[in-house]
């Protein structure tokens, strides 16, 4: 390897540690093996964790003035504090691992990316829509709002995920914020343990416009030029990873490409990058990344390209207090 690809490799492997986790809770009974499961990806990682909930308030906790009524608020929140305490008792967090435990209010997906901002967290893990009907698609939402808005990686839990995961998908676009959601997930892989015994895919999808487009080529001159293209991004993307890639091209809509893809070649992990709001490109694969977060039947990694995170306004929320004020009676 040249001098500059080692400079190169060493500087990436240095810009994302997973040191700090935040992890996102509901408080229900379900979210306690999410938390479960989260903590088991924290701990191969080698990591800590820090744990979230957020207070969602409704009418009746308002005054006649359209304000907050302070006991009211005050009461919720030392429920939910109580409630956080005996989750961190169930699932068996330990006191040397726990950062921080805490209660905030506000929009879950902002809050949740405001912590991991503040905080300076190397990774969110949430879990999957709970439950069924209009609760499930709220969660949803909030997981797909939580991949958009995040400066970090966003892990989203789906029925639990094997250690190391041993199949991993990674739908690649060959943009600049594709590379770095391999790069990163190799990285992430690497530090869970994983080694070339996992089998890793990078998929490409072709559009028949872009087929189209290149009229001087033939279709199956595209096909040939794709697949030489997806080699040299992926060579390009994973000088850190001691084992074999596989790389896929297929041909159609990206959504329902992958999701076929999916279907026919189960997964355990898909590593993508995602997007925030700008452009109608990124809003375009934004939306696979929001499909992801909705169909994908297995956990879900998301990377954002640092540049191009949506910026999370400041509430004066503060974080991080110590954990001792809500995880009262922990296993050590």
């Known amino acids: ?4 690809d080692k400079h190169r490799d060493t500087s990436l492997q240095d810009k994302r540690q997973f040191e700090s ?62 409630n956080l305490a005996d989750q961190i008792r169930e699932t068996g967090v330990f006191d040397r691992e726990l950062i921080s435990a805490d209660i905030v209010m ?39 709002r939580v991949i958009r808005s995040a400066h970090c990686p966003v892990l989203i839990l789906r029925n639990g995920l094997s250690l190391p995961p041993p199949r991993v998908l990674a739908p690649v676009d060959l943009s ?45 001159q595209i096909d040939r030029m794709a697949k030489e293209e997806l080699l040299r991004f992926t060579f390009e993307h994973t000088e850190s990873w001691d084992g074999t890639i596989e790389t896929k091209v297929r041909v159609g809509e990206a959504r329902h490409q992958l999701l076929k893809n999916l279907e026919e070649d189960p997964v355990d992990l898909i590593v993508v990058g995602s997007h925030g709001h700008g452009t109608l490109r990124r809003a375009l694969i934004g939306s696979v990344a929001g499909r992801l977060a909705h169909r994908a039947s297995c956990s879900v990694l998301f990377v954002p390209h640092e540049e191009e995170a949506s910026m999370v306004e400041e509430s004066g929320v503060e974080f991080g207090r110590d954990a001792s004020s809500v995880s009262r009676a922990r296993p050590s």
Not at 1 to 4: A, L
């Open 106 to 144: 506000g929009a879950p997906h902002q809050a949740l990316a405001l912590a991991a901002r503040s905080t300076g967290a190397d990774l969110i893990i949430v879990g999957a829509a709970e439950g069924h009907g209009p609760t499930a698609r709220l969660l949803g939402s909030t997981a797909d």
């Open 176 to 220: 600049r914020t594709s590379g770095l959601a391999v790069e990163t997930g190799t990285r992430f892989l690497k530090q869970m343990g994983a080694d070339e015994s996992t089998a890793i895919e990078a998929l490409f999808v072709l559009s028949p416009i872009q087929r189209q487009m290149a009229s001087q080529f033939s279709p199956e």
């Open 1 to 4: 390897m040249k001098e500059r």
């Open 21 to 82: 986790v935040l992890i996102g809770t509901s408080l229900t009974l379900e979210s306690n093996e999410v938390v479960r499961s989260a903590l088991a990806v924290t701990r191969a990682l080698g990591a800590r964790v820090r744990l979230i909930h957020v207070l969602s308030v409704e009418p009746i906790a308002y005054g006649f003035d359209g304000v907050f009524a302070p006991d009211i608020l005050e009461t919720l929140k030392e429920q939910e504090e109580a």
